[in-house]
């Protein structure tokens, strides 16, 4: 799934032409449906998160998914933007299989200039496509709008993906979280308050 296909890693943005065909497909609904199952039998929700270089990236992929499955779906808006979806289309589309939401920024230049230039090293264009909320390319006003409107009431998860990080950049880490946390306030109209920051370098 996540990162376990090389081909797909050197590829920024997959082209259709890569998707699973046939048995390969049906192999896919297979593992994961077994896997949702055991999930299940544990006393666990289960949500699948489609991503960015994966077999499960591209709208008609997740579309696809969701027909041939029960599975909830983890809506990470930023991984829709960058696969070429209408971001808040979608997740008006799917919303009755949404169970969990990352809400996301992105650079949609940062994954061209990748493909543009073939960069087949993920880590290295990865590092510059999440920005901190509000200063990308995602329709988050949009976005937010659609929450609200479709009382949406389970977790929305600020994911904000970073390069290695060093005790250095910890004041700009920190930073960039108070600059989401007020964009959350402003725009959902509510945030959690952090008393005590924390982060694994």
Request: aromatic share 6%; charged share 25%.
């Amino acid at each position: 799934a996540d990162e376990g296909n090389e081909e797909l890693l050197r590829s920024p943005r997959k082209d259709p032409e890569q998707s699973l065909r046939g048995d390969e497909w049906l192999q896919l609904v297979a593992v994961v449906t077994n896997a949702a199952e055991e999930a299940r039998a544990r006393g666990l929700e289960v949500s699948f998160h489609p991503h960015v270089s994966t077999f499960v990236e591209l709208p008609d992929e997740i579309e696809r998914l969701l027909a041939e499955t029960d599975l909830s779906l983890t809506y990470d808006i930023g991984h829709v933007v960058l696969a070429g979806g209408d971001g808040v289309e979608l997740f008006l589309r799917w919303r009755d299989r949404i169970n969990h939401v990352h809400i996301k920024d992105v650079r949609v230049a940062v994954l061209e200039n990748a493909r543009a230039n073939n960069l087949d090293n993920f880590d290295e264009w990865w590092a510059g496509v999440a920005t901190p909320l509000g200063q990308g390319d995602v329709d988050l006003d949009g976005f937010a709008e659609a929450l609200r409107a479709s009382n949406y009431d389970r977790w929305v998860v600020v994911e904000q993906d970073r390069a290695p990080l060093t005790v250095a950049s910890l004041p700009a880490v920190l930073a960039d979280q108070a600059a989401n946390l007020r964009w959350l306030e402003t725009h959902l109209g509510s945030a959690p308050t952090i008393t005590t920051p924390s982060t694994t370098l």
